[in-house]
């Protein structure tokens, strides 16, 4: 059942406008001198359905996933990226296919990487609607750029080379060369650079909300969302029943190059919400699967896989627990997790070392929830 926040007629009303509204997008410049010789990888899912995946060195904080569904009188956007300059040249992919509008701008959550950019397709797009749940839109307004200037760390990274300068020693207690001094001066430049271009990002928020599901249509294609939890609370999932294909935001994530186990956790410590987040993505059984960052998938191998790690990690965590286990190490001991290094193919010790982070932080995050937030201390 729809839940719609505000008058169930005047949400319909505004579904309603956005399909008749007519009009092509002002003209912008599809180039952006900030980001030389990186390019966006568009790759065509279907008919109509497009992944096109910015690359972390071009949008900066992380790689990021868009999806764009094009019908015969506007365009349907899952996703906008981190930052602006990159989503303009995502809607310089999408002119290169279609002069139509954008009519729909989905953001699966709000993390930054999955809304930064609605400013560039509310300024081009008059009319747009931008569709969030409600828990995501409650979080973006408390979220203003200082919240996300703060991921580019530039404190840190001028704290080290301070450091270099004043001890002539890196952070890692070795002699610093020259070489490393301008490294690390290089390093802060981008970083500033990064904090000021989300420092100019003006935060559009989504001006149609839902709770639990909402289905539409466009042109004849039906679109359903989903509420559910992945690695922030209230995710919103796209589904295509005609296309079969599942948009999941960071509800499942992988590494940008598609090798190894999934790059991050979550937030907060519902990592038992999460694994009922990857159990109502399976029950999909869809064709393609777009993840939030890293290629799209075409079986279900991957979602299986991750979601039987966190049945593994949750059942192994409860029983330590039970058993009065409370140092965090000793319960990851107990967890045999073997047959995930060959089944999520980690091959190299950087793909090793960051499974292991990840099992850490899950573990962790585990425990937190086994004792309503708190965590025991060592």
Known sequence: ????????????????????????????????ASHPGHRIEVTRLDADVYLMRAPSELDKWTSSNSVVVVGSTGVVVYDTNALSSTS????DEIRKITDLPVRVVINSHWHMDHWSGNEVYADAFP???????FETRSFMERMPSPFFMRSAGVGPARERLDTAIETGLTTDGEPASDEDIEQLREDLREREVFEAEIG?????????????????????????????????????????????????GDVLVRQESGHGAQPWTI???????????????????????????????????YLQ??????????????????????????????????????????DTPELEQRFE??????????????????????
């Open 267 to 301: 937030n907060s410590y519902a990592v038992r919400d999460w694994l009922e987040g990857l159990r109502r993505l399976e029950s999909f059984d869809a064709a393609i699967i777009v993840p939030g960052q890293g290629p799209a998938l075409h079986d279900g191998e």
């Open 305 to 346: 896989t991750t979601r039987e790690l966190y049945e593994t990690l949750i059942a192994g965590t409860d029983a330590a627990l039970m058993a009065g286990v409370l140092d965090l190490d000793e319960i990851r001991d107990r967890i045999d997790l073997v047959p995930f290094r060959a089944r999520y193919a980690l």
């Open 1 to 32: 059942m729809t839940t719609l926040h505000g008058s169930p007629a005047r949400c319909a009303l505004a579904v309603a406008f956005l399909l008749c509204a007519r009009g092509l997008p002002a003209q912008m410049d599809p180039t952006d």
């Open 127 to 133: 009319g747009l609607r931008i569709i969030s749940t």
């Open 357 to 378: 982070a990840v099992v850490g932080a899950l573990i962790r995050k585990i425990v937190q929830q086994s004792y309503d937030g708190a965590v025991p201390r060592y």
């Open 88 to 91: 303009r040249l995502v809607l």
């Open 200 to 248: 100019a990002i003006r935060r559009v928020l989504p001006n149609m909300t839902f709770s639990d599901s909402l289905s539409f249509s466009i042109d004849d294609r039906e679109f359903r969302l989903y509420s559910v939890t992945g690695d922030a609370s209230g995710s919103a999932v796209m589904y295509l029943p005609d296309e079969d294909i599942l948009a999941t």
